[in-house]
């Protein structure tokens, strides 16, 4: 390791060890500031990014919360705006939240929705493109500006409410449930799946033909017109993009 490198390796560490640092890299003092500073601008950036995750648990646990997280899971990629993937998987082991697990799925709603905002286009495959395409060789894949999360609670009613500004709403009856959230252009929609819909966009993979896939999946359910169903609500939410199998398939 070169000399600036290795200087730069351990002013990073310095910054997460308080009252600690070499002497080479400046003043406790200063390097206090210096790591507050970075600290601050962390718990705002988190904040930023969840904004309906810190106003169901308030200012003040957010921040706490968020201080504690910055603490223990520094960032790994300098790019600050994808900060914070691994939040929902810490409010999961928080005791305090025990009866508000909810908040976890909330959480994993807005980390996919900034995912998919970054993620590049693609065009969507057709119900006209699949009509003319063999199955047997056709290789499909989820656009890459969507993603699928399985929340443990039915929170359609309570993100809806946030989303207008008010956390009012209280958690559904349903129980368990799959959410797509998906990016065209500059909209993003979040949409409430059937078990066999997540199931198949779940299962369609670039390295298989969508026709095998199809076939895997109806030999596990009763009805093969669900299945059917399932592929028309992935094509009409424009879910599906033809792909490129990689060269060792």
């Not at 065209?184 to 078990?195: E, I, M």
């Not at 198949?200 to 109806?218: F, H, K």
Request: proline share 6%; hydrophobic share 40%; aromatic share 4%.
């Amino acid at each position: 390791m070169s000399g600036l490198a290795d200087w730069q390796q351990r002013f990073v560490d310095a910054m997460q060890r308080p009252g600690k640092a070499d002497a080479d890299l400046g003043q406790l003092n200063g390097l206090d500031v210096y790591r507050n500073n970075i600290r601050t601008s962390l718990i705002a950036a988190l904040g930023e990014a969840y904004p309906h995750t810190r106003q169901l648990l308030g200012e003040r646990f957010f921040d706490t919360m968020a201080n504690d997280h910055v603490l223990e899971s520094p960032p790994t990629d300098p790019r600050l705006n994808r900060y914070g993937r691994d939040l929902a998987e810490r409010l999961d082991t928080l005791p305090s939240l025990e009866n508000y697990c909810f908040v976890g799925d909330i959480c994993r709603l807005e980390c996919a929705r900034l995912e998919v905002s970054r993620a590049a286009e693609a065009p969507a495959l057709t119900p006209e493109q699949l009509a003319e395409l063999n199955l047997e060789s056709l290789h499909a894949s989820p656009l890459p500006a969507s993603r699928h999360v399985h929340c443990r609670h039915d929170v359609e009613a309570l993100w809806h409410s946030l989303e207008q500004g008010s956390p009012t709403a209280s958690l559904g009856h349903g129980g368990p449930g799959d959410w797509l959230i998906l990016r065209h252009q500059q909209r993003v929609r979040l949409t409430r799946l059937d078990s066999t819909t997540a199931q198949l966009y779940c299962s369609i993979s670039p390295d298989q033909p969508l026709g095998d896939i199809l076939e895997a999946l109806m030999a596990e359910l009763d009805s093969p017109d669900t299945l059917g169903m399932a592929l028309g609500n992935l094509l009409a939410l424009g879910a599906l993009t033809i792909a490129t199998p990689s060269a060792d398939t």
